[in-house]
């Protein structure tokens, strides 16, 4: 017996000391990743806003069904089949990879020899992931708003790229939407007030980090004086589709409460954010929002 009962000990004992192994050398893995920056450094969201669309209600209309299948996962294996490359109106490999999924084949078969599925997939849902889900009604849908409050005009076109040369010269890392002075300006994802006050370039300006901390929401050149929606502090929660603050043309001014720009309108910018390392280091991720803003058009808050 106490053999048999020491023998026991000694393999518990043993299985203990591997899984402490393993668990240690995960660990070790991961920081590995951080220290070596084993993570996405650059992502060139090209979805057309018809592509997103047609995504989206494949992925609405399958939620229910016996063969789900997310928009992320389309949009991943369609950029798989065409580099990247989307037009406008709808992309043939949305339409395949729905149609295998409703024939009974599964979406890891199905793309475990593409090389780059996994990178979309991951690129496109730290761009996509807080927007379809669940309300607080249980309803399943859209949960993000356009920036523009409901009822309230603006114009656009993209400028991602185009060049700035206030302070130094530079690429524009965002998208302007032109329009009133006082305008409102909703979240138009929930999260995290991160950042709340004058920036040089921005002027008035307010930084927001998502809930699953992939994506920061930049809104700024707010209205003179009164910039900000009352009350609205760095810390605080918001909710998508609250009121934020209110368009404006401050900026480009060492000194607070500036208007230094030309034409009133609203900078906004969608930050990626894979490693800690890249919130404010050189790796930053700021992706081409044109697209997303024109998606986002059918979705506006009431304020």
């Not at 995290?192 to 920036?199: H, K």
């Not at 969608?270 to 697209?291: A, H, M, P, R, T």
Request: hydrophobic share 35%; net charge neutral.
């Amino acid at each position: 017996m106490f053999r048999i009962y020491s023998m026991k000990r000694i393999a518990a004992a043993a299985l203990s000391a591997v899984l402490t192994i393993c668990c240690v050398a995960l660990l070790q893995v991961e920081r590995a990743k951080t220290v070596s920056g084993d993570y996405i450094k650059w992502v060139d969201f090209t979805p057309t806003t018809s592509v997103l669309r047609q995504a989206l209600d494949i992925d609405i209309q399958s939620h229910d069904s016996d063969t789900p299948v997310s928009w992320i996962e389309l949009l991943a294996y369609a950029a798989c089949k065409n580099g990247g490359k989307f037009t406008s109106g709808k992309d043939k490999y949305i339409t395949q990879l729905y149609e295998r999924i409703q024939n009974a084949e599964d979406i890891q078969t199905i793309t475990a020899d593409m090389k780059y599925y996994n990178y979309y997939y991951e690129a496109y849902s730290a761009v996509l992931s807080g927007y379809v889900g669940y309300n607080d009604d249980g309803e399943y849908g859209v949960l993000v708003y356009s920036p523009f409050a409901a009822g309230y005009y603006y114009s656009h076109y993209d400028d991602f790229g185009a060049s700035r040369s206030y302070g130094y010269k530079r690429k524009h890392l965002g998208h302007d939407m032109m329009g009133s002075v006082g305008t409102p300006i909703v979240a138009v994802e929930g999260g995290r007030i991160e950042a709340l006050g004058w920036n040089q370039y921005g002027g008035w300006r307010v930084g927001i980090r998502s809930n699953d901390g992939r994506r920061y929401y930049y809104y700024a050149h707010l209205r003179k004086n009164k910039p900000f929606a009352e009350g609205l502090k760095e810390g605080d929660t918001v909710k998508a589709g609250q009121l934020i603050g209110y368009l404006g043309m401050t900026g480009y001014s060492s000194k607070e409460n500036v208007n230094n720009i030309n034409t009133p309108h609203l900078h906004f910018g969608i930050q990626l954010i894979f490693d800690e390392s890249q919130k404010d280091g050189v790796n930053q991720i700021w992706i081409d929002c044109y697209q997303i803003i024109c998606f986002l058009e059918k979705y506006r808050a009431k304020i």
